[in-house]
C-alpha cells in the first residue's frame, strides 16, 4: 500500500525480522506492514488482535491488515475459531494440523503441531499427519475428527457414514464448530501458500514429504 495513502508502507522483506522476541515475522512475496505507519482502520485492527487472546500480529494476519475490510471479519472467527469453539483443544488443534498438512503450509504448522501435542494428540498421531500416513487414535472424538476433517479436505465431500459418526460422537453444535474451523484454517493455509509465508523458523516441515500427484 503506497506510504501517501497512510496505509502500510513498503518495507524490505528481511527473513527471521523480529517484530516480537521469539516471532520471526518474514515476509516474501509481498512487503511487511510497519505497524507506525498504519492507517486508522487497519491500526484499529492490529490493536484489536494485539490486545485479544493471540497478543501478536503474525503471518497470515499481517497479509490481511493490507485489506482491513476483510482482515476484520476474518480475524474475529479465527478468534472464535481458535479460543471459542465448542471443541476441545485436543480435537480442534488436530483438526487444525490436518488442514495445514494437506496445503503443506510450514507456517502453521510449526506453530500448530506443538498445540496439538500440547492438548493431547499423541506425537505419534501427529507425525503421522504430517507424513500423509495413517494416525492411530483411541480417543474416538479425535478418530472422527480426524476422519471428517481429512475426508473433507481431501475428497472435497463427507460421506453418510462419517456425517452420521461425527453426529453421533460430537453433536450438531460442535460439528458446525469443526466445519468452521476447517474452512477458517483453509483461509489461513491460502493465504500462507499463495504470499509465501515462511515458517518461523525458515524451514520446510514437509521437505521430505512426496507432494500429492494433481
Known amino acids: 500500500m503506497p506510504a501517501e495513502d497512510g496505509g502500510a508502507s513498503p518495507a524490505p522483506a528481511v527473513p527471521g525480522k523480529n517484530f516480537r522476541e521469539g516471532m520471526p515475522t518474514a515476509m516474501t512475496r ?55 469453539s465448542s471443541l476441545a483443544p485436543h480435537l480442534s488443534e488436530l483438526a487444525i494440523i490436518t488442514v495445514g498438512a494437506y496445503w503443506r503450509a510450514g507456517f502453521e504448522w510449526f506453530h500448530h503441531a506443538p498445540m496439538a501435542i500440547k492438548a493431547g ?5 501427529v507425525e503421522a499427519i504430517r507424513t500423509s500416513g495413517s494416525p492411530q487414535f483411541e ?28 453426529i453421533s460422537l460430537l453433536g450438531e453444535v460442535p460439528l458446525v464448530d469443526l466445519v468452521a474451523i476447517l ?10 501458500v499463495a504470499f509465501e509465508l515462511p515458517a518461523d523458523d525458515s524451514s520446510d516441515p514437509f521437505a521430505d514429504v512426496p507432494k500429492r500427484s494433481r
Request: aromatic content about 8%; charged content about 20%; some cysteine.
Open 139 to 166: 480417543d474416538p472424538q479425535q478418530q472422527i475428527v480426524f476422519r471428517l476433517s481429512h475426508e473433507l479436505v481431501s475428497t472435497h465431500s463427507v460421506s453418510e457414514s462419517t456425517y452420521n459418526s461425527a
Open 183 to 192: 474452512g477458517y484454517y483453509t483461509l489461513i493455509c491460502m493465504t500462507i
Open 30 to 84: 509481498l512487503p511487511d506492514i510497519v505497524p507506525e505507519k498504519l492507517d486508522p482502520a487497519q491500526r484499529k485492527i492490529y490493536d484489536d488482535i494485539m490486545g485479544g487472546p493471540r497478543g501478536v500480529v503474525i503471518g497470515p494476519h499481517r497479509v490481511w491488515l493490507l485489506s482491513p475490510r476483510m482482515a476484520d471479519p476474518a480475524q474475529k472467527l479465527g478468534e472464535f475459531c481458535r479460543f471459542h
Open 121 to 125: 494428540v499423541s506425537k505419534e498421531n
